[in-house]
């Protein structure tokens, strides 16, 4: 069975204060890690797709990059609107056309001015 | 706006009652899935479907059901509600292929409270 464990599961953060959030997984074939951002009462929003051990992406403040068996978000110098939950989900291989995500449980970032 | 829209926003409902969800995915997205988030189990896996087949299922209750139309858009229902059934319902969406990475677009939710 996938699993997806996220740490730590809240961090507060200073404006400024660059940090990491860490993604392990544990996936029988690893089709696609994905990194999203959820805000209070609202649905997941899209942030990288990372397929394979070495790969990095960056937007705005942020970086994804991805090992064998985990993935982290570093956030650089962040600010009070990169608040949110970030969640972390693995797509396995081996599921013909399912391509459903197994996500973690979450890191809630609290970032103060 | 990620271009998948769930209706309705809220829905409260009592015990043992029925409801239907709504889902409309972004425009040529073939694949429509659907999740389930609770504050102690986080975001669960339901059901997928692709144009119009059921393509796989995760921890969906017996009395939960789904379909999906030949306009693509998808309807879960609930029915004979418990308590526990209170929950944020999310749709999302993928584009179709052969292969490949399918990153999941999220509509906005409904909120389901069971009193």
């Known amino acids: 069975e996938d699993q997806v464990t996220q740490s730590p599961e809240a961090l507060r953060l200073q404006e400024g204060e660059s940090s990491s959030l860490n993604c392990s997984y544990t996936?029988?074939?690893?089709?696609?890690l994905f990194w999203y951002r959820q805000d209070p009462g609202k649905g997941p929003e899209f942030l990288f797709t990372l397929y394979s051990a070495g790969e990095e992406k960056e937007k705005e403040r942020l970086k994804a990059t991805l090992t064998k068996k985990e993935s982290f978000l570093h956030i650089t110098a962040p600010k009070p609107e990169d608040s949110a939950t970030y969640l972390c989900a693995v797509q396995a291989r081996g599921g013909g056309s399912n391509y459903k995500l197994t996500f973690g449980k979450g890191t809630l970032l609290t970032v103060n001015p | 706006d990620s271009g998948v829209t769930q209706t309705p926003k809220h829905l409260i409902t009592a015990t043992g009652q029925r409801v239907t969800l709504r889902c409309s995915p972004r425009?040529?997205?073939?694949?429509v899935y659907w999740y389930q988030q609770s504050l102690d189990q986080g975001l669960q896996f339901l059901i997928q479907?692709?144009?119009?087949?059921?393509?796989a299922k995760g921890n969906i209750l017996e009395r939960f059901s789904a379909q999906q139309f030949p306009d693509l858009h998808s309807e879960l229902n609930l029915s004979s509600l418990e308590l526990g059934d209170s929950a944020l319902y999310f749709c999302?969406?993928?584009?179709?292929?052969?292969?490949?990475?399918?990153?999941?677009?999220f509509g906005p939710g409904t909120r389901l409270t069971v009193l």
């Open positions: 996936v029988s074939g690893l089709r696609g």
């Open positions: 425009s040529g997205d073939l694949s």
């Open positions: 999302a969406s993928s584009v179709a292929g052969t292969s490949g990475v399918r990153e999941q677009f």
């Open positions: 479907y692709y144009n119009g087949e059921e393509r």
